[in-house]
């Protein structure tokens, strides 16, 4: 559902937990305003800064040190992504977002509240997030996620056949359906 920018602006009265929850700041490498590769439509994507698992021929790896990149504000992100009506979603990638579920989850929140999708990358697997691991932020992320990529990126099985991943192992995952059943259903492509 398109939701134009006027209205999504007008959706910000916060209450105080969320006004509290969007002056926190995360730390991130980088945004892209409008990817086309991330998910489907036009995506605002968030890179976390910060992944412990440093994996061969990652294509970010200026994101894997967690004392370096930027700190923002969930507002200052939420201010961008509320400023294009063109927007599907948006997308959580890395470094590892579920190290920074906390910050994150009253952005995902908000994006749903205006009828844009939540995707999500991880190294993590879907039955470690919903068991609280990292922590338990996490599991709540994962449940404001419309879709979970997860599994760390595996040069040895990499394929440029693949549609939103970019080795054969990791899985793309509706999380909703997922959560339903009790196992994990992967997103038909
Ligand atoms: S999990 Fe993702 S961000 Fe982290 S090192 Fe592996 S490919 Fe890079």
Same mark, same amino acid.
Request: aromatic share 4%; charged share 20%; proline share 10%.
């Given at each position: 559902m398109d939701i134009p920018k006027t209205d999504r602006v007008s959706t910000?009265?916060?209450?105080a937990d969320e006004a509290q929850a969007f002056d926190e700041t995360v730390r991130i490498a980088g945004t892209v305003d409008?990817?086309?590769?991330?998910?489907?439509?036009i995506r605002f994507t968030i890179f976390a800064q910060g992944c412990k #698992?440093? !994996?061969? +021929? !990652? *294509?970010?790896? @200026?994101? *894997?040190?967690?004392?370096a990149g930027t700190d923002v504000t969930i507002e200052q992100l939420w201010q961008r992504i509320a400023a294009n009506?063109?927007?599907?979603g948006i997308t959580f990638s890395g470094g590892e977002p579920f190290e920074q579920a906390a910050g994150l989850t009253a952005l995902a929140q908000r994006a749903r509240d205006v009828g844009l999708s939540v995707w999500a990358y991880s190294g993590y697997f879907y039955d470690e997030l919903i068991v609280?691991?990292?922590?338990p932020e996490a599991t709540r992320l994962l449940e404001l996620c419309d879709v979970l990529v997860d599994g760390a990126y595996i040069q040895d099985q #990499?394929?440029?056949?693949?549609?939103? #991943? +970019?080795?054969?192992? @990791?899985r793309v995952i509706d999380v909703a359906a997922s959560w339903k059943l009790g196992f994990v259903v992967e997103l038909a492509q």
């Open positions: 910000a009265i916060k209450t409008d990817s086309i590769v991330d998910g489907p439509g #698992r440093k !994996c061969p +021929g !990652c *294509h970010n790896p @200026q994101s *894997h040190d967690f004392s009506p063109l927007l599907s609280g691991i990292p922590s #990499r394929s440029l056949e693949l549609k939103w #991943r +970019g080795s054969t192992n @990791q």
